[in-house]
Protein backbone atom coordinates (compact mmCIF):
# COMPACT_ATOMS: atom_id res chain seq x y z
CA UNK A 1 0.00 0.00 0.00
CA UNK A 2 0.97 3.84 -0.47
CA UNK A 3 3.15 5.06 2.12
CA UNK A 4 1.03 8.73 1.39
CA UNK A 5 -2.47 6.54 2.18
CA UNK A 6 -1.24 5.04 5.30
CA UNK A 7 -0.30 8.52 6.14
CA UNK A 8 -3.66 9.65 5.37
CA UNK A 9 -5.25 7.44 7.89
CA UNK A 10 -3.17 7.86 10.20
CA UNK A 11 -4.27 11.17 10.10
CA UNK A 12 -7.89 10.03 10.67
CA UNK A 13 -7.00 8.34 13.77
CA UNK A 14 -5.91 10.67 16.21
CA UNK A 15 -3.58 7.70 18.36
CA UNK A 16 -1.01 6.01 16.33
CA UNK A 17 -0.96 2.65 18.38
CA UNK A 18 -4.54 1.99 16.52
CA UNK A 19 -2.81 1.95 13.41
CA UNK A 20 -0.45 -1.01 13.14
CA UNK A 21 1.56 -1.41 10.47
CA UNK A 22 4.31 -4.18 11.91
CA UNK A 23 4.95 -7.66 10.41
CA UNK A 24 3.96 -9.43 13.54
CA UNK A 25 1.18 -7.63 14.23
CA UNK A 26 -0.22 -7.66 10.43
CA UNK A 27 0.46 -11.80 10.55
CA UNK A 28 -1.86 -11.71 13.92
CA UNK A 29 -4.56 -10.77 11.58
CA UNK A 30 -4.16 -13.12 8.64
CA UNK A 31 -6.11 -15.62 9.79
CA UNK A 32 -9.71 -16.73 11.58
CA UNK A 33 -10.99 -19.84 13.02
CA UNK A 34 -11.55 -21.31 9.45
CA UNK A 35 -8.80 -22.26 7.07
CA UNK A 36 -6.49 -20.34 4.71
CA UNK A 37 -3.59 -16.82 5.63
CA UNK A 38 -4.15 -13.71 3.97
CA UNK A 39 -1.42 -10.97 5.14
CA UNK A 40 -3.23 -7.55 5.20
CA UNK A 41 -1.47 -4.37 4.83
CA UNK A 42 -2.33 -2.24 7.21
CA UNK A 43 -4.60 -3.16 10.16
CA UNK A 44 -6.67 -0.10 11.52
CA UNK A 45 -9.24 -0.55 15.28
CA UNK A 46 -11.83 2.43 14.72
CA UNK A 47 -13.46 3.74 17.99
CA UNK A 48 -15.84 5.75 16.44
CA UNK A 49 -18.50 6.30 13.49
CA UNK A 50 -16.97 9.31 12.04
CA UNK A 51 -13.54 7.51 11.99
CA UNK A 52 -15.41 3.88 9.85
CA UNK A 53 -16.88 6.68 7.82
CA UNK A 54 -13.34 8.84 6.61
CA UNK A 55 -11.71 5.55 6.28
CA UNK A 56 -14.30 4.01 3.99
CA UNK A 57 -14.96 7.51 1.81
CA UNK A 58 -10.40 7.31 1.48
CA UNK A 59 -10.97 3.81 0.37
CA UNK A 60 -13.75 4.31 -1.87
CA UNK A 61 -11.59 7.22 -3.36
CA UNK A 62 -8.50 4.75 -3.64
CA UNK A 63 -10.35 1.54 -4.51
CA UNK A 64 -8.61 0.22 -1.41
CA UNK A 65 -10.14 -3.64 -0.29
CA UNK A 66 -11.54 -3.35 3.46
CA UNK A 67 -12.23 -6.23 5.93
CA UNK A 68 -14.34 -5.77 8.98
CA UNK A 69 -13.35 -7.82 11.50
CA UNK A 70 -14.39 -8.78 15.29
CA UNK A 71 -12.37 -11.60 17.21
CA UNK A 72 -12.07 -13.55 14.51
CA UNK A 73 -13.74 -16.68 15.61
CA UNK A 74 -15.77 -16.99 12.09
CA UNK A 75 -15.72 -20.69 10.76
CA UNK A 76 -16.20 -19.76 7.02
CA UNK A 77 -13.00 -16.64 6.16
CA UNK A 78 -15.84 -14.42 6.70
CA UNK A 79 -12.88 -11.60 7.63
CA UNK A 80 -9.81 -12.67 5.73
CA UNK A 81 -8.13 -10.04 3.87
CA UNK A 82 -7.78 -12.35 0.48
CA UNK A 83 -6.48 -9.63 -1.79
CA UNK A 84 -4.73 -7.56 0.95
CA UNK A 85 -5.91 -3.74 1.72
CA UNK A 86 -6.84 -2.81 5.60
CA UNK A 87 -8.53 -4.94 7.83
CA UNK A 88 -10.73 -3.01 10.41
CA UNK A 89 -10.56 -4.35 13.94
CA UNK A 90 -13.82 -3.08 15.85
CA UNK A 91 -12.77 -5.72 18.70
CA UNK A 92 -11.95 -2.66 20.19
CA UNK A 93 -14.66 -0.57 20.24
CA UNK A 94 -16.75 -1.70 23.46
CA UNK A 95 -17.58 1.51 24.60
CA UNK A 96 -22.11 0.81 24.61
CA UNK A 97 -24.05 -1.70 26.48
CA UNK A 98 -26.80 0.34 27.65
CA UNK A 99 -30.19 -2.25 28.63
CA UNK A 100 -33.48 -0.83 28.68
CA UNK A 101 -35.53 -2.79 30.75
CA UNK A 102 -38.83 -0.76 29.86
CA UNK A 103 -38.38 -1.20 26.04
CA UNK A 104 -36.55 -4.88 25.76
CA UNK A 105 -33.81 -3.86 24.21
CA UNK A 106 -29.83 -3.08 24.28
CA UNK A 107 -28.19 -0.74 22.25
CA UNK A 108 -24.32 -2.03 22.08
CA UNK A 109 -21.29 -0.96 20.41
CA UNK A 110 -19.98 -3.67 17.78
CA UNK A 111 -17.21 -4.59 20.03
CA UNK A 112 -19.05 -5.35 22.66
CA UNK A 113 -18.74 -9.49 23.89
CA UNK A 114 -22.01 -11.49 23.19
CA UNK A 115 -21.46 -12.97 26.34
CA UNK A 116 -21.76 -9.60 28.16
CA UNK A 117 -24.61 -8.68 26.58
CA UNK A 118 -26.79 -11.72 27.69
CA UNK A 119 -25.88 -10.83 31.52
CA UNK A 120 -26.03 -7.81 31.34
CA UNK A 121 -29.82 -8.28 30.21
CA UNK A 122 -30.04 -11.50 32.76
CA UNK A 123 -29.32 -9.10 36.10
CA UNK A 124 -32.79 -7.13 34.66
CA UNK A 125 -34.55 -10.16 34.50
CA UNK A 126 -33.92 -10.65 30.64
CA UNK A 127 -32.69 -12.85 28.42
CA UNK A 128 -30.76 -12.40 24.78
CA UNK A 129 -31.29 -15.74 23.26
CA UNK A 130 -28.89 -16.14 20.36
CA UNK A 131 -25.74 -18.14 22.23
CA UNK A 132 -22.92 -18.84 19.50
CA UNK A 133 -20.56 -21.31 21.03
CA UNK A 134 -18.25 -18.56 21.08
CA UNK A 135 -19.92 -16.16 22.57
CA UNK A 136 -17.79 -15.58 25.63
CA UNK A 137 -14.98 -14.51 22.54
CA UNK A 138 -16.70 -13.73 19.39
CA UNK A 139 -18.06 -9.94 19.36
CA UNK A 140 -21.80 -9.12 18.52
CA UNK A 141 -20.59 -6.69 15.68
CA UNK A 142 -19.14 -10.00 13.62
CA UNK A 143 -22.21 -12.21 15.41
CA UNK A 144 -24.91 -9.51 13.32
CA UNK A 145 -22.14 -9.92 9.86
CA UNK A 146 -22.65 -13.68 10.03
CA UNK A 147 -26.28 -13.87 11.12
CA UNK A 148 -24.86 -16.35 13.97
CA UNK A 149 -27.15 -18.45 15.82
CA UNK A 150 -26.39 -21.30 18.44
CA UNK A 151 -28.23 -23.73 20.73
CA UNK A 152 -31.01 -21.92 21.59
CA UNK A 153 -31.96 -21.56 18.04
CA UNK A 154 -34.48 -24.48 17.86
CA UNK A 155 -36.73 -22.29 19.98
CA UNK A 156 -35.66 -18.61 19.68
CA UNK A 157 -34.30 -17.85 16.12
CA UNK A 158 -30.77 -17.12 15.19
CA UNK A 159 -29.00 -13.52 15.92
CA UNK A 160 -31.34 -12.12 12.90
CA UNK A 161 -34.82 -12.67 14.68
CA UNK A 162 -33.39 -10.28 17.48
CA UNK A 163 -32.08 -6.94 15.42
CA UNK A 164 -34.25 -3.96 15.44
CA UNK A 165 -31.84 -1.63 14.59
CA UNK A 166 -28.64 -0.48 13.10
CA UNK A 167 -26.32 2.62 12.75
CA UNK A 168 -24.22 1.39 9.70
CA UNK A 169 -21.55 2.84 7.58
CA UNK A 170 -21.41 2.25 3.57
CA UNK A 171 -19.01 1.52 1.51
CA UNK A 172 -19.21 5.25 0.48
CA UNK A 173 -18.42 6.19 3.61
CA UNK A 174 -22.33 7.74 4.44
CA UNK A 175 -23.93 7.00 7.67
CA UNK A 176 -27.46 5.11 7.40
CA UNK A 177 -29.74 4.45 10.15
CA UNK A 178 -32.05 1.26 9.76
CA UNK A 179 -35.36 0.02 11.46
CA UNK A 180 -35.45 1.65 15.13
CA UNK A 181 -36.72 1.32 17.96
CA UNK A 182 -39.59 -0.32 17.92
CA UNK A 183 -40.67 -4.04 17.77
CA UNK A 184 -43.03 -3.09 14.96
CA UNK A 185 -41.35 -1.18 11.80
CA UNK A 186 -42.82 -2.22 8.00
CA UNK A 187 -41.45 1.26 6.56
CA UNK A 188 -40.43 0.55 2.98
CA UNK A 189 -37.03 -2.40 2.29
CA UNK A 190 -36.33 -3.94 5.67
CA UNK A 191 -32.12 -3.10 5.64
CA UNK A 192 -31.68 -4.33 8.60
CA UNK A 193 -32.40 -7.89 7.77
CA UNK A 194 -30.37 -7.74 4.42
CA UNK A 195 -27.66 -6.08 6.41
CA UNK A 196 -27.60 -8.77 9.16
CA UNK A 197 -25.72 -11.64 7.67
CA UNK A 198 -24.38 -10.06 4.84
CA UNK A 199 -20.82 -10.86 5.85
CA UNK A 200 -19.77 -7.73 6.02
CA UNK A 201 -20.12 -6.92 1.99
CA UNK A 202 -22.55 -4.42 2.06
CA UNK A 203 -21.52 -1.88 5.03
CA UNK A 204 -20.11 -2.03 8.69
CA UNK A 205 -22.03 -1.96 11.54
CA UNK A 206 -21.61 0.58 14.20
CA UNK A 207 -24.28 0.32 16.44
CA UNK A 208 -26.63 -1.95 17.11
CA UNK A 209 -30.28 -2.45 18.78
CA UNK A 210 -31.46 -5.91 19.95
CA UNK A 211 -34.53 -7.18 20.98
CA UNK A 212 -34.58 -8.80 24.39
CA UNK A 213 -36.92 -11.48 25.90
CA UNK A 214 -38.36 -12.00 29.58
CA UNK A 215 -36.12 -14.58 31.30
CA UNK A 216 -37.71 -17.96 31.41
CA UNK A 217 -38.55 -19.36 35.09
CA UNK A 218 -37.26 -22.57 34.84
CA UNK A 219 -35.16 -24.85 32.78
CA UNK A 220 -35.25 -29.01 32.71
CA UNK A 221 -32.08 -30.61 31.19
CA UNK A 222 -32.17 -34.59 29.83
CA UNK A 223 -29.58 -37.16 28.37
CA UNK A 224 -30.66 -40.44 26.35
CA UNK A 225 -27.77 -42.29 24.97
CA UNK A 226 -28.35 -44.22 22.20
CA UNK A 227 -27.07 -47.46 20.25
CA UNK A 228 -27.51 -46.67 16.70
CA UNK A 229 -27.25 -43.05 15.57
CA UNK A 230 -30.27 -43.14 13.26
CA UNK A 231 -32.59 -43.86 16.18
CA UNK A 232 -31.18 -40.58 17.67
CA UNK A 233 -32.36 -38.60 14.61
CA UNK A 234 -35.62 -40.40 14.37
CA UNK A 235 -36.29 -39.24 18.31
CA UNK A 236 -35.42 -35.58 17.54
CA UNK A 237 -38.06 -35.71 14.80
CA UNK A 238 -40.27 -37.46 16.94
CA UNK A 239 -40.36 -35.06 19.90
CA UNK A 240 -40.88 -31.90 17.99
CA UNK A 241 -43.53 -33.44 15.87
CA UNK A 242 -44.86 -34.66 19.38
CA UNK A 243 -45.51 -31.01 19.92
CA UNK A 244 -42.67 -30.53 22.14
CA UNK A 245 -40.41 -27.52 21.43
CA UNK A 246 -36.83 -28.02 23.12
CA UNK A 247 -34.83 -24.30 24.36
CA UNK A 248 -32.20 -26.72 23.44
CA UNK A 249 -31.39 -30.22 21.44
CA UNK A 250 -27.71 -30.92 21.03
CA UNK A 251 -26.34 -34.47 19.48
CA UNK A 252 -22.88 -35.77 19.90
CA UNK A 253 -22.17 -38.96 17.92
CA UNK A 254 -19.76 -41.73 19.26
CA UNK A 255 -16.28 -39.83 17.75
CA UNK A 256 -17.25 -37.07 20.01
CA UNK A 257 -17.96 -38.54 22.98
CA UNK A 258 -14.65 -40.65 23.04
CA UNK A 259 -12.58 -37.51 21.80
CA UNK A 260 -14.24 -35.90 25.21
CA UNK A 261 -13.37 -38.92 27.41
CA UNK A 262 -10.14 -39.11 26.34
CA UNK A 263 -9.42 -35.54 26.74
CA UNK A 264 -11.45 -34.66 30.36
CA UNK A 265 -13.54 -38.35 31.36
CA UNK A 266 -17.17 -37.42 32.58
CA UNK A 267 -18.31 -41.11 32.91
CA UNK A 268 -19.71 -41.49 29.23
CA UNK A 269 -20.33 -44.30 27.21
CA UNK A 270 -18.03 -44.55 24.51
CA UNK A 271 -19.46 -47.79 23.13
CA UNK A 272 -22.90 -45.82 22.04
CA UNK A 273 -23.41 -44.08 18.59
CA UNK A 274 -25.09 -41.55 19.51
CA UNK A 275 -26.47 -38.87 22.85
CA UNK A 276 -29.03 -36.19 22.77
CA UNK A 277 -28.96 -33.38 25.20
CA UNK A 278 -32.24 -31.98 25.65
CA UNK A 279 -32.99 -28.43 27.46
CA UNK A 280 -36.72 -27.18 28.44
CA UNK A 281 -37.48 -23.88 29.50
CA UNK A 282 -40.97 -22.02 30.39
CA UNK A 283 -43.61 -22.54 33.27
CA UNK A 284 -42.20 -25.53 36.14
CA UNK A 285 -45.06 -27.33 35.70
CA UNK A 286 -45.62 -27.47 32.05
CA UNK A 287 -41.82 -28.59 31.96
CA UNK A 288 -42.08 -31.04 34.42
CA UNK A 289 -44.67 -32.73 32.16
CA UNK A 290 -42.42 -32.57 28.88
CA UNK A 291 -39.66 -33.88 30.57
CA UNK A 292 -41.10 -36.61 31.35
CA UNK A 293 -42.64 -37.07 28.08
CA UNK A 294 -39.25 -36.34 26.02
CA UNK A 295 -37.89 -39.64 28.14
CA UNK A 296 -40.84 -41.76 26.89
CA UNK A 297 -40.54 -40.74 23.26
CA UNK A 298 -36.37 -40.87 23.46
CA UNK A 299 -37.12 -45.07 24.66
CA UNK A 300 -39.21 -45.83 22.63
CA UNK A 301 -37.14 -44.60 19.80
CA UNK A 302 -34.32 -46.94 20.81
CA UNK A 303 -32.70 -45.30 23.77
CA UNK A 304 -30.27 -47.51 25.48
CA UNK A 305 -31.14 -44.98 29.12
CA UNK A 306 -32.34 -41.47 29.47
CA UNK A 307 -31.32 -39.67 32.30
CA UNK A 308 -32.98 -36.86 34.22
CA UNK A 309 -31.05 -34.25 35.89
CA UNK A 310 -31.71 -33.61 39.25
CA UNK A 311 -30.31 -30.51 40.22
CA UNK A 312 -28.34 -27.40 38.49
CA UNK A 313 -25.42 -28.92 39.21
CA UNK A 314 -26.13 -31.99 37.82
CA UNK A 315 -27.86 -30.40 34.21
CA UNK A 316 -24.18 -28.10 33.92
CA UNK A 317 -22.47 -31.30 34.39
CA UNK A 318 -24.54 -32.73 31.56
CA UNK A 319 -23.63 -30.34 29.23
CA UNK A 320 -20.18 -30.06 29.99
CA UNK A 321 -19.58 -33.03 27.68
CA UNK A 322 -21.19 -30.51 24.84
CA UNK A 323 -18.75 -27.95 25.80
CA UNK A 324 -15.69 -29.91 25.39
CA UNK A 325 -16.29 -31.31 22.15
CA UNK A 326 -14.34 -28.61 20.19
CA UNK A 327 -11.50 -28.29 22.30
CA UNK A 328 -11.35 -32.34 22.11
CA UNK A 329 -11.54 -33.21 19.00
CA UNK A 330 -8.59 -31.09 17.77
CA UNK A 331 -6.09 -33.19 19.95
CA UNK A 332 -6.68 -36.00 17.54
CA UNK A 333 -5.20 -33.91 14.22
CA UNK A 334 -4.11 -30.41 14.19
CA UNK A 335 -6.82 -29.49 11.42
CA UNK A 336 -10.36 -29.00 11.82
CA UNK A 337 -12.57 -28.22 8.98
CA UNK A 338 -15.90 -27.05 10.58
CA UNK A 339 -19.06 -27.39 8.85
CA UNK A 340 -22.77 -26.49 9.17
CA UNK A 341 -24.87 -28.23 6.75
CA UNK A 342 -28.73 -28.18 7.58
CA UNK A 343 -31.34 -30.11 6.57
CA UNK A 344 -35.26 -29.83 7.27
CA UNK A 345 -35.98 -31.50 10.76
CA UNK A 346 -37.86 -34.39 8.83
CA UNK A 347 -34.27 -35.45 6.83
CA UNK A 348 -32.17 -35.42 10.01
CA UNK A 349 -32.09 -39.60 9.92
CA UNK A 350 -31.13 -39.18 6.28
CA UNK A 351 -27.93 -36.66 6.85
CA UNK A 352 -26.96 -39.09 9.89
CA UNK A 353 -27.06 -42.12 7.19
CA UNK A 354 -25.18 -39.92 4.00
CA UNK A 355 -22.71 -38.96 6.71
CA UNK A 356 -21.99 -42.73 8.06
CA UNK A 357 -21.26 -43.20 4.02
CA UNK A 358 -19.50 -40.36 3.52
CA UNK A 359 -17.04 -41.26 6.40
CA UNK A 360 -16.54 -44.55 4.92
CA UNK A 361 -16.16 -44.32 1.35
CA UNK A 362 -13.36 -41.16 2.08
CA UNK A 363 -11.36 -43.02 4.53
CA UNK A 364 -11.61 -39.66 6.97
CA UNK A 365 -11.98 -38.21 10.20
CA UNK A 366 -15.57 -37.28 10.45
CA UNK A 367 -17.18 -35.88 13.50
CA UNK A 368 -20.70 -35.08 13.83
CA UNK A 369 -22.25 -32.95 16.56
CA UNK A 370 -24.48 -29.69 16.84
CA UNK A 371 -28.06 -28.78 16.71
CA UNK A 372 -29.65 -31.03 15.50
CA UNK A 373 -33.06 -29.66 16.83
CA UNK A 374 -33.29 -27.61 14.45
CA UNK A 375 -31.26 -29.62 11.72
CA UNK A 376 -28.13 -27.62 11.84
CA UNK A 377 -25.82 -30.70 12.42
CA UNK A 378 -21.52 -29.93 12.48
CA UNK A 379 -19.96 -32.57 10.82
CA UNK A 380 -16.23 -31.66 11.52
CA UNK A 381 -13.35 -33.60 9.76
CA UNK A 382 -10.33 -34.01 11.68
CA UNK A 383 -7.38 -33.94 9.81
CA UNK A 384 -3.86 -32.44 9.20
CA UNK A 385 -2.96 -30.37 6.76
CA UNK A 386 0.62 -31.37 6.06
CA UNK A 387 -1.07 -34.42 4.81
CA UNK A 388 -1.92 -33.85 0.76
CA UNK A 389 -3.31 -36.76 0.21
CA UNK A 390 -5.61 -36.85 3.25
CA UNK A 391 -6.83 -33.21 2.61
CA UNK A 392 -7.09 -34.07 -1.10
CA UNK A 393 -9.80 -36.95 0.48
CA UNK A 394 -11.33 -34.10 2.80
CA UNK A 395 -11.94 -31.56 -0.27
CA UNK A 396 -14.41 -34.36 -1.81
CA UNK A 397 -15.75 -35.42 1.26
CA UNK A 398 -16.53 -31.50 2.02
CA UNK A 399 -18.13 -31.84 -1.28
CA UNK A 400 -20.38 -34.59 -0.78
CA UNK A 401 -21.44 -32.71 2.43
CA UNK A 402 -22.74 -29.99 0.93
CA UNK A 403 -24.21 -31.63 -2.17
CA UNK A 404 -25.99 -34.31 0.49
CA UNK A 405 -27.52 -31.22 2.33
CA UNK A 406 -28.90 -29.35 -0.42
CA UNK A 407 -29.97 -32.45 -2.02
CA UNK A 408 -32.08 -33.48 1.36
CA UNK A 409 -33.72 -29.78 0.58
CA UNK A 410 -31.55 -28.11 3.05
CA UNK A 411 -29.19 -25.47 2.69
CA UNK A 412 -24.77 -24.83 2.43
CA UNK A 413 -24.94 -22.87 6.08
CA UNK A 414 -27.13 -22.52 9.03
CA UNK A 415 -25.68 -19.87 11.23
CA UNK A 416 -21.42 -19.79 9.92
CA UNK A 417 -21.79 -18.43 6.80
CA UNK A 418 -20.30 -18.53 3.28
CA UNK A 419 -17.29 -16.68 3.37
CA UNK A 420 -14.74 -18.02 1.39
CA UNK A 421 -15.38 -21.94 2.29
CA UNK A 422 -18.62 -22.06 0.83
CA UNK A 423 -18.45 -19.84 -2.00
CA UNK A 424 -18.16 -22.54 -4.78
CA UNK A 425 -21.07 -24.11 -4.21
CA UNK A 426 -23.44 -20.81 -3.52
CA UNK A 427 -25.05 -21.78 -7.45
CA UNK A 428 -25.75 -25.22 -6.16
CA UNK A 429 -28.19 -23.86 -4.21
CA UNK A 430 -29.21 -20.71 -4.97
CA UNK A 431 -29.06 -21.40 -8.97
CA UNK A 432 -28.18 -18.77 -11.82
CA UNK A 433 -30.39 -16.40 -11.09
CA UNK A 434 -30.52 -16.28 -7.81
CA UNK A 435 -27.18 -15.41 -7.34
CA UNK A 436 -27.14 -13.44 -10.01
CA UNK A 437 -29.66 -11.15 -7.89
CA UNK A 438 -27.53 -10.87 -4.84
CA UNK A 439 -24.66 -9.95 -7.22
CA UNK A 440 -26.69 -7.27 -8.31
CA UNK A 441 -27.46 -5.87 -4.71
CA UNK A 442 -23.93 -5.93 -4.10
CA UNK A 443 -23.04 -3.68 -7.04
CA UNK A 444 -25.49 -1.35 -6.00
CA UNK A 445 -24.50 -0.76 -2.68
CA UNK A 446 -20.68 -1.34 -3.15
CA UNK A 447 -20.16 0.08 -6.80
CA UNK A 448 -16.02 -0.16 -6.68
CA UNK A 449 -16.39 -3.65 -4.50
CA UNK A 450 -13.70 -2.39 -2.17
CA UNK A 451 -16.09 -3.87 1.18
CA UNK A 452 -14.96 -7.44 1.56
CA UNK A 453 -14.10 -8.27 -1.68
CA UNK A 454 -13.53 -12.32 -2.16
CA UNK A 455 -16.41 -13.30 -0.10
CA UNK A 456 -19.75 -15.33 -0.80
CA UNK A 457 -19.50 -15.26 -4.26
CA UNK A 458 -17.04 -17.27 -6.27
CA UNK A 459 -14.07 -16.21 -8.15
CA UNK A 460 -14.30 -17.74 -12.07
CA UNK A 461 -13.20 -21.51 -11.81
CA UNK A 462 -13.24 -20.89 -7.79
CA UNK A 463 -13.21 -24.74 -6.52
CA UNK A 464 -12.88 -25.76 -2.20
CA UNK A 465 -9.01 -26.05 -1.93
CA UNK A 466 -7.80 -26.91 1.34
CA UNK A 467 -4.00 -27.37 0.70
CA UNK A 468 -1.28 -24.98 0.47
CA UNK A 469 -2.03 -24.56 -3.34
CA UNK A 470 -4.71 -21.77 -2.05
Not at 239 to 253: C, N, R, T, Y
Request: charged share 25%.
Amino acid sequence: MDEKLIEYIRELIPENHRVLTDQADLYSYSFDASFGMHVPELVVQPKHTDEVAAIMKLANQYHIPIYPRGQGTSLSGGPLPVKGGVVLDLSKWDSKLEIDAEDMVAVVSPGVLTADIHAAAMESGLMYPPDPSSSHVSTIGGNLAENSGGPRGLKYGVTKDYVIGLEVVTPEGEVIQTGGRTIKNVTGYDLTKLIVGSEGTLGIITEAILRLTPKPPATETLMALFDDIVDSGRAISQVLSGGILPAKMEMMDQASIQAVENYQPLGLPTDVEALLLVELDGHPAAIKQEITDTKHICLQAGAREVKVAQTNDEARELWKARKLVSPAIVRVKPTKISEDATVPRSKIPDLFQALKEIKEKHQVDLVVFGHAGDGNLHPNIIADKRDEEEMKRVEKAVEEIFETAVKLGGTLSGEHGIGTMKSPFLEMELGEVGVDMMKRMKNSWDPNHILNPGKIFPEPGQRLVLTDES
